[in-house]
């Protein structure tokens, strides 16, 4: 499909943002290189440049065909895209020197404006930029100011140029989806074209013409994106010629197993099946404390096991081909997504798949969608709420949630707390760290305080609170272990109180996430603790930690403290970064 808006990108994490945003208007947009030729643009209505880290000055920074800026094709430019505009139809950009991150006030100054109409006085808006545009190119009406910024937004009309320093594609810029719609449906004129709902039809169609007189096979995660795209080739291809499989790895959730089974048989699915690769994966953890090297073994595994079952079940021959849940933003490499594509590809890469793929003999209806286009398309195939509105649950499953150690030693007690001698992840920065954890008995009452502790400390990664203990923090220790049946399953077990009661108190639809960790410091009869790490995020890559209502947390530690080889409860106070979401 012709996107009627091409979104360039320029390495920002929310350029697929813009485009999803766009997509809320009805209007179908995609994402390209930010140097894509102009040539190649022309046949979009209008396009928009997205912000990115860079700097117009530094060298090799992401830039676009300046003839794009005098095709006649309208153009907005976001934070850097709108330097990069100014930069190139000289106007002047300075360096920032500390940058502005955050909220601000925005002065509409000039009425009237295509860009800003119906949007008046002052507004909030959310800023994140170092540079900034200090004065317009020749020809450029400033349209509004912030107190650091004499150019927030600009236009040229009969250019049909467009700028704004500030992002209106994140929902803390209240009037930024005026704003886009002004652009895209007034200045662009696009007409609306985009139903994901209304897509199933097409969809189908679509399966049936590349998949021929072929059958497709899946394997399926239970997870949304792989069911929705599994059930489109099942209207489309009929219950024999759809095979799936799932694979038990022993690192599930309780009850997911038959779940999934449960799923797939009220689809109306004949040839789904289920390996039981428990054994396998446990036995290979066996040992293990790196959490770099757990993720490394399990990704082998699954692939040894792919690889037997295409083997045995014949799905390398001609008739067969592979089908994929793959989604939109898992198919570019752009900036702010290529750690998610790192993350994913050890599942979707092994070697028969890699050469399904090179053979063309691939299927991945949804690769043009976004995560809640998913949704909508698998609500119009009728499929279940539990299912759709699943939070994210992460490939390696538990073994990430169940943290090893390979050193035995007690907490530090230090001024405000204890430093756990274990090792959770952090992003500092592009990199990931592994350091330890300061716990506090009363932890700070803001969010912002927690921020300012992990800020002012580089020993640690994150800050939990204590919610209770069996004895006091100075009689337990961190213990050496690795993965075991009965670890997992003390974390299955607390994993299964903790959804129970969220569902119960309303509480799981108010977060994103809500990984449980176990970690290995209790006592000789209860040599493990629980993590409790809720958290609220639009795409995983920023989060930010969510409180628990006291009486819930009251109640899930009463529950998880009487659990077997249970010594504490904790709750992490994190944000991402500089956590990540994950404790591995
Ligand atoms: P982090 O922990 O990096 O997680 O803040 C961001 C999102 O990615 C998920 N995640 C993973 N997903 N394989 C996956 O398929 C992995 O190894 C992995 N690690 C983290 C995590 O659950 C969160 O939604």
């Excluded at 994966?281 to 040894?304: C, M, N, Y």
């Amino acid at each position: 499909m012709q996107p009627q808006i091409t979104v360039l990108d320029a390495g920002g994490q929310y350029c697929h943002l813009i485009a999803r945003k766009v997509r809320e208007l009805g209007v179908y947009a995609a994402v390209a290189a930010s140097d894509t030729p102009a040539e190649k643009l022309r046949g979009s209505k209008g396009v928009i440049i997205s912000g990115g880290p860079s700097s117009v000055y530094d060298a090799g920074s992401p830039t676009i065909d300046p003839v794009l800026l005098a095709a006649g094709i309208p153009v907005l430019g976001i934070c850097y895209g709108q330097q990069l505009m100014a930069h190139l139809l000289g106007g002047q950009v300075d360096l920032g020197e500390h940058g502005e991150y955050g909220f601000a006030q925005l002065s509409i100054s000039a009425s009237p404006s295509a860009l800003c109409a119906g949007v008046h006085g002052r507004q909030q808006v959310w800023m994140s930029h170092r540079d900034l545009v200090v004065k317009p190119p020749p020809g450029f009406q400033v349209l509004a100011t912030t107190f650091t910024c004499p150019v927030a937004a600009m236009e040229s009309i009969s250019q049909k140029l467009y700028g704004v320093q500030f992002h209106p594609e994140v929902v803390h810029t209240p009037c930024g989806q005026t704003i886009l719609s002004n652009f895209v449906l007034g200045i662009c004129g696009c007409q609306p074209d985009w139903n994901p709902a209304g897509q199933v039809l097409a969809l189908e169609n679509q399966i049936r013409k590349t998949v021929g007189a072929r059958s497709v096979f899946f394997f399926v995660s239970g997870g949304v994106d792989s069911t929705v795209a599994y059930t489109l080739c099942l209207r489309a291809l009929g219950p024999e010629r759809v095979h799936g499989t799932y694979v038990d790895t022993g690192m599930m959730r309780e009850g997911e197993t038959d779940f999934v089974r449960q799923q797939f048989a009220g689809l109306g699915a004949r040839a789904f099946f289920i390996e039981d690769a428990r054994d396998l994966f446990v036995s290979a953890l066996a040992g293990v404390t790196d959490p770099e090297t757990k993720r490394h073994i399990i990704g082998e595994k699954f692939v040894d096991v792919q690889q037997r079952i295409l083997e045995s079940e014949h799905y390398s021959e001609d008739n067969w081909i592979l089908g994929q849940g793959t989604i939109y933003p898992d198919t570019i490499e752009s900036g702010g997504s290529a750690k998610a594509d790192l993350i994913k590809t050890h599942h979707n890469r092994v070697a028969g798949i890699q050469k399904l793929i090179d053979q063309g003999r691939v299927i991945e209806p949804l690769a043009n969608f976004y995560k809640d286009e998913v949704r909508a398309v698998g609500r119009e195939l009728g499929l279940a709420p539990e299912l759709l509105d699943r939070h994210p649950f992460p490939g390696p499953g538990l073994a990430i949630r169940c943290l090893c150690s390979d050193i035995e030693r007690k907490p530090d007690p230090i001024q405000d707390g204890w430093i756990i001698p274990i090792r959770s992840v952090g992003v500092q920065g592009d990199s990931r760290t592994y350091r330890p954890v300061l716990a506090l008995d009363t932890p700070p009452a803001s969010d912002e305080a927690a921020a300012a502790i992990i800020n002012r400390r580089q020993d640690v990664n994150r800050i939990v609170g204590v919610s209770r203990t069996c004895a006091p923090l100075s009689m337990l220790s961190v213990t050496r272990c690795s993965i075991t049946m009965q670890r997992l399953d003390r974390l299955r077990h607390a994993d299964a109180i903790v959804r129970k009661l969220s569902l119960e108190f309303g509480f799981d639809q108010r977060v994103w996430q809500f990984p449980v960790v176990l970690i290995p410091l209790g006592t000789n009869e209860r040599p493990d603790s629980i993590v409790l790490r809720p958290i609220e995020s639009v795409d995983g890559m920023t989060a930010r930690a969510v409180r628990l209502p006291d009486d819930l947390l009251e109640k899930m530690t009463d529950e998880l403290i009487q659990l077997e080889g249970v010594a504490g409860v904790f709750y992490d106070l994190t944000n991402k970064p500089p956590a990540t979401i994950e404790w591995e």
